[in-house]
């Protein structure tokens, strides 16, 4: 077992997943820089959500490695691995999923609330980041008076509450109106940059794919191709970019 190179927040070597004898990842490998933010591309079914599960060791590879900076996650125990997510790992589904008993500012507290904070100072935190994301009105709302946009961000929020080492995004911006989106991700990106979170970001959008540092491509499980995008200000404006695949 060889430790990753320095400046990898994240590494991976030769992923080997198969999903009841089907095959997920073939051999894929990947390294992600400190505060990248690299989208994962590929068409439906190519891989992507397994490969943020296992980078983000929800999902063990059957072969390979994984490390965060210097650990090795393929070989931690399921509570090692569970307070690494818990700690370092932020998740943003495809749906959103809440608490449908808290409001919306409960919800984007929890995080910080189940690592001990005080409710004031996880409050203050959760509003911060709804107003940031437009939802500040709605924070005394349940989810269940909510669009399901609303929830999508009020889900975004709280994984962006707790300032995460790395955001796993895995078509975070799915259940969202096309304008909403590009609004949506680039307050995603621009909060990932000033806080110097890394963000992998699985997307079959190009637009999406645009305001990352850096695309991976899977197709049936490997990657195919490598495409290096321009910085995010000068990609913003940017209608599509091509995922070669
Ligand atoms: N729990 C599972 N059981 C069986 N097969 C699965 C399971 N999860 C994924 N697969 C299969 O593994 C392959 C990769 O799926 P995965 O969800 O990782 O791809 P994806 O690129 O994220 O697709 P999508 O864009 O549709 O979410 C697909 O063929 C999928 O059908």
Redesign the pocket.
């Known amino acids: 077992m060889v430790a990753p190179p320095d400046n990898d927040v994240l590494w991976a070597r030769a992923l080997h997943v198969k999903?009841?004898g089907?095959p997920?990842l073939c051999g894929v490998s990947l390294g992600i820089r400190e505060g990248e933010i690299l989208a994962v591309g590929?068409?439906?079914?190519?891989?992507?959500?397994?490969?943020l599960q296992c980078l983000s060791g929800q999902l063990l590879p059957q072969q390979g490695e994984v490390w965060f900076n210097s650990a090795p996650v393929h070989t931690m125990g399921p509570l090692t691995r569970e307070r690494l997510r818990r700690d370092r790992f932020g998740w943003i589904d495809?749906a959103p999923v809440l608490v449908p008993e808290l409001n919306a500012w409960e919800n984007a507290a929890l995080p910080l609330m189940l690592r001990g904070c005080g409710r004031r100072a996880a409050k203050t935190a959760a509003l911060e980041w709804l107003e940031r994301l437009d939802i500040g009105h709605c924070a005394r709302k349940r989810p269940h008076a909510l669009l399901q946009a609303e929830r999508q961000r009020v889900a975004i929020a709280r994984a962006l509450v707790p300032a995460p080492k790395v955001l796993f995004a895995?078509?975070p911006t799915a259940p969202l109106h096309r304008a909403d989106r590009a609004h949506v991700l680039r307050t995603l990106t621009a909060a990932a940059r000033s806080h110097g979170i890394t963000v992998v970001l699985?997307t079959?959008d190009a637009d999406t794919a645009a305001l990352a540092d850096r695309t991976v491509s899977?197709l049936d499980?490997r990657r195919v191709n490598t495409v290096h995008l321009p910085p995010a200000a000068e990609a913003e404006g940017r209608a599509a970019c091509s995922l070669s695949v």
Do not use: Q, V
């Open positions: 999903h009841n089907s997920a590929g068409p439906r079914g190519s891989g992507k959500t397994t490969l495809t895995d078509e699985a079959h899977l499980g």
